[in-house]
């Protein structure tokens, strides 16, 4: 088990996604094409523990976060792509299931996005039906840039992606936090410059248009609701 992500619910239950790395040849030899993203959950704050499942799909990935609203699990990733196939796609997939108090039950992955080289450390966060969803992807070649999503309808659907950063430089390692005041989200990412410098962001008309500071290498972005 690797890279593990924890949410802990109103009702106090712990909610654990993570890679679930896997070897052959008795542990001796990794490989990553057999990494699933496994699921546990603790109803009395990690004293125990249900038994281990993997999410719906048979996808390669790895980077899980999770986040819990309400009843509702909600599981990021990213798809493991394989660099010796070019047609293989670094998938970003999103998960939702729902807890009944006694076990959670997940339905199969959607794609939001398919970066062309790389989907690198989504991060979600959310209030009631409100999510934001950032992470790193690579397009064209190019360095890595930090691209966001919204759900204003729990992840029935997304809107996006937008790119944030939106420079030649290298954005990474993105996370987001939502105000549950009013909805508002703050997305911080380490931009491996060392130029200070301050701009805004071209949006999309239907998306709400955040500003976007950049300083000793860290932006941030607030998108109102």
């Known amino acids: ?38 699921y546990v ?14 999410l719906p799909g048979d996808r390669q990935a790895s980077a899980p976060n999770v986040l819990v609203v309400g009843d509702t699990v909600h599981v990021v990733a990213c798809d493991d792509r394989n660099e010796d196939d070019p047609a ?9 299931g729902t807890d009944d108090g006694t076990t959670t039950t997940f339905g199969p992955p959607t ?7 790389k989907c690198d450390k989504p991060k979600i966060d959310g209030v009631g039906d409100d999510l934001h969803l950032a992470v790193g992807g690579e397009v064209g070649g190019l360095e890595t840039d930090i691209w966001y999503f919204r759900s204003d309808n729990g992840g029935d659907g997304f809107e ?3 790119n944030l950063s939106d420079n030649p430089l290298e954005s990474v390692d ?9 909805s508002t989200s703050l997305v ?9 410098r301050s701009r805004r962001a071209a949006v999309s008309p ?6 976007i500071t950049t300083s000793a290498g860290v932006v941030l972005a607030g998108a109102g609701g």
Do not use: K
């Open 111 to 117: 794609v939001l996005a398919r970066p062309e080289f």
């Open 160 to 162: 996006g992606p937008r």
């Open 1 to 38: 088990q690797d890279e593990a992500s924890v949410a802990i619910d109103e009702a106090g239950t712990v909610h654990v996604a993570y890679q679930d790395v896997q070897f052959v040849d008795e542990a001796v030899d990794y490989d990553e094409e057999l990494n699933r993203i496994g």
């Open 174 to 182: 993105p996370t987001v936090s939502v105000d549950p005041a009013d």
């Open 206 to 211: 239907a998306m709400p248009e955040p500003m």
């Open 41 to 54: 959950r603790s109803p009395d704050a990690g004293v125990t523990f249900s038994e281990p499942v993997l």
């Open 188 to 196: 911080t990412t380490s931009t491996l410059s060392t130029c200070s």
């Open 88 to 96: 293989d796609t670094a998938d970003l997939l999103y998960w939702r």
